[in-house]
C-alpha cells in the first residue's frame, strides 16, 4: 500500500476521533453521558470484531472477558484497596488469563462446536458470579463509591465522575484501542487472520501456524474486552452479573454486523446506530424490540455487509 493510502486511512482515523473530542464541548448533558457509554462499548465491540470479523470466529461468550475486566478492577478496588490506575491493570490481566485459558480450551473445536463452548463458559462464568454472591454481589452487582473513582497522576487528582473527564477518558481508551487495532488488521499478523477466515486449511499448508495465530487473536480480543469492561467499572461506578450473561455476548455481534465485521470504525458506527435506534423508540412506545429488529431486518436486506461494508463496497474502497 501506498504512503498516500497510508496517510489518508490514518488521517480519517485521526478525524474521527477529532471528531468526537469536540464532541465533549458540543453535545447536550443527556447525550454527553450517553456518548460516553457508547464509546466504552465500542471498545468492546471493537475486541469482538478483531475475533469475528478479521479472523472469522464467531463467539457467543465475550461478554466473560468484558466481565472479567469489570470484576477485576471492581474486587480489587472493593475489597484490595487499589487506586484507579490498578484496578484498571487488574481487569486487563484477568482478561488476559481468561482468554488465554478459553482459547486454549476452545480451538480446540471450529464451526458451530466453538460459538457453542464460548457460551457455555460464558454461562459458567455467570454462574461462578452468582455463586459467590456474599463477594460479587451476585445480581445486584457492587456500586464502587466516588471516593475510590478518583485518578492521581503526580500531585493533580482527576474525578472520573466528572462527565467532561469520564468522557475524555472513554475517549482516550476507543482512541488508543482504535489505532492498535488499526495497526494489528494493516500487519501481517492482521493479513494472516483474513487468511484464515478465508481459507484456514491453505494457510496452513502455506507454512502458518494457524492454531498459535486464533489464539493469539482470541488473547488480544479478550484484552481489549477486559480493557472495555474495566473502564465502565471506573467510569461509571457499577459492577453487575448482567454484563456476563450470554444475552450480553450478542450485543457486540449486533453492533460490528450493524456498523459493518471487518472494518475498524464498524463498530463504532454499528454502536451508535443501535444505540441510539433503541433510545429513541423505547422512549416511544413499549414495543420498542419490534422497532430494533424491523430496523435491522431492513438493514440486513440492503446492506448486508454493515453500514460502513456498504460504503466501502459502494463508493470508499480503501476503508480498513
Known amino acids: ?166 468522557y475524555l477518558a472513554a475517549l482516550l481508551l476507543f482512541a488508543i484501542v482504535l489505532f492498535v487495532t488499526l495497526a494489528i488488521v494493516r500487519s501481517r499478523f492482521g493479513r494472516v487472520l483474513v487468511a484464515i477466515r478465508e481459507n484456514e486449511e491453505r494457510t496452513r499448508m502455506l507454512g502458518y501456524d494457524t492454531f498459535a495465530n486464533k489464539l493469539a487473536a482470541v488473547v488480544l480480543s479478550g484484552v481489549f474486552c477486559a480493557a472495555a469492561g474495566a473502564a465502565y467499572a471506573l467510569l461509571f461506578g457499577y459492577v453487575g452479573s448482567n454484563f456476563a450473561s450470554v444475552q450480553y455476548s450478542i450485543l457486540p455481534l449486533l453492533w460490528v454486523l450493524a456498523g459493518g465485521a471487518a472494518t475498524t470504525l464498524g463498530p463504532l458506527v454499528g454502536t451508535v446506530f443501535i444505540y441510539y435506534v433503541t433510545d429513541i423508540a423505547s422512549s416511544y412506545t413499549s414495543a420498542w424490540l419490534l422497532i430494533v429488529g424491523a430496523a435491522l431486518v431492513l438493514l440486513v436486506l440492503f446492506a448486508p455487509k454493515g453500514i460502513l461494508g456498504f460504503v466501502r463496497r459502494r463508493w470508499i474502497g480503501w476503508l480498513p
Not at 23 to 44: E, K, W
Not at 50 to 56: I, K, V
Not at 58 to 71: N, Q, T
Not at 81 to 100: H, I, P, R, T
Request: charged share 5%.
Open 1 to 166: 500500500m501506498t504512503e498516500a493510502s497510508t496517510a489518508r486511512i490514518y488521517g480519517l482515523h485521526m478525524a474521527v476521533v477529532v471528531v468526537l473530542f469536540a464532541l465533549n464541548f458540543l453535545l447536550p448533558d443527556y447525550h454527553h453521558g450517553l456518548f460516553a457509554r457508547i464509546l466504552v462499548l465500542a471498545t468492546f465491540a471493537m475486541g469482538y470484531n478483531l475475533l469475528f470479523g478479521y479472523a472469522g470466529l464467531l463467539s457467543l461468550g465475550h461478554a466473560m472477558f468484558f466481565a472479567a475486566g469489570l470484576y477485576g478492577s471492581g474486587l480489587a478496588i472493593t475489597y484490595l484497596g487499589f487506586g484507579v490506575s490498578a484496578a484498571f491493570v487488574a481487569g486487563l490481566g484477568c482478561g488476559a488469563l481468561l482468554s488465554l485459558v478459553v482459547g486454549l480450551l476452545a480451538l480446540r473445536t471450529s464451526g458451530v462446536a466453538f460459538m457453542i463452548v464460548t457460551m457455555m463458559f460464558a454461562q459458567a462464568f455467570v454462574l461462578t458470579i452468582v455463586y459467590f454472591n456474599q463477594w460479587t454481589g451476585g445480581d445486584q452487582g457492587l456500586v464502587l463509591q466516588q471516593a475510590s473513582r478518583i485518578l492521581t497522576v503526580g500531585n493533580a487528582s482527576l474525578d472520573l465522575t466528572a462527565p467532561a473527564v469520564r
